[in-house]
């Protein structure tokens, strides 16, 4: 079955620290892993996936087979970071357009 | 991302009514979807529609129905049926098979 585990449900940090967001999964093929964002009165935008390998707003995420996992994560955390984050996971291109699979997501509170 | 509108952006329901809720998109993508997100509950699928005139159950459609007589639109019901039904609700829609999923702003539905 596919599953994505998100084990922190809210994580605070102070702005400057590091940040690593979790997100385990779960799958029998080679999936396709994203992480969204949802901002304060904004709508869920896509932050970044795991096969443009680019690194968006500072944020990076490495898939790592082994571990199932595709943890995000920042350097240097800032206050406008703040806002709630999803990992999801789909099938990998060939799968068509079937849906995404969302973990329960992780709020990440960067304290000044 | 402005291609995909949901409307109303509050919707009021009284006990035993339907209210449908609206989700257009111009960007000629093939594939929509509905979520619904509760806190605490991530992003759960309701249904989805990969080419007009289909569409499949999601992992919670109980009380809801849909239809896709036009590629641009994907309506979603919130029947009478559905018992706790005040959630937020979002519409995404994706394009081939190498695009990332679009969302709307959401309907954010609650019982009078």
């Known amino acids: 079955a596919q599953r994505v585990t998100q084990p922190e449900k809210l994580l605070s940090v102070f702005k400057g620290a590091p940040v690593e967001l979790k997100c385990n999964y779960s799958?029998?093929?080679?999936?396709?892993l994203f992480w969204y964002v949802q901002y304060s009165r904004q709508r869920l935008q896509l932050l970044l996936r795991?096969?443009s390998r680019e690194s968006i707003k500072g944020f990076t995420a490495d898939l790592n087979k082994g571990e199932t996992s595709f943890h995000l994560k920042k350097p240097f955390a800032q206050e406008e970071d703040s806002a709630m984050y999803y990992c999801?996971?789909?099938?990998?291109?060939?799968?068509?357009?079937?849906?995404?699979?969302f973990g329960k997501g992780t709020r990440l509170s960067v304290i000044a | 991302d402005g291609g995909i509108t949901q409307s109303p952006k509050y919707l009021f329901r009284k006990e035993g009514q339907n209210v449908t809720l609206s989700c257009e998109q111009n960007?000629?993508?093939?594939?929509m979807y509905w979520y619904r997100q509760d806190p605490g509950q991530g992003l759960r699928l309701i249904y989805y529609s990969q080419i007009v005139n289909d569409f499949q159950k999601g992992d919670i459609a109980e009380g809801y129905s849909v239809s896709r007589e036009k590629k641009e639109s994907f309506p979603l019901t919130v029947t009478s049926a559905q018992k706790n039904p005040t959630a937020f609700y979002l519409c995404a829609s994706k394009g081939d098979s190498n695009q990332p999923q679009h969302f709307g702003d959401g309907t954010r539905l609650s019982i009078l």
């Open positions: 795991h096969i």
């Open positions: 799958y029998s093929g080679s999936p396709e």
């Open positions: 999801a996971l789909s099938g990998g291109p060939n799968s068509g357009n079937t849906p995404l699979v």
């Open positions: 960007l000629n993508h093939d594939a």
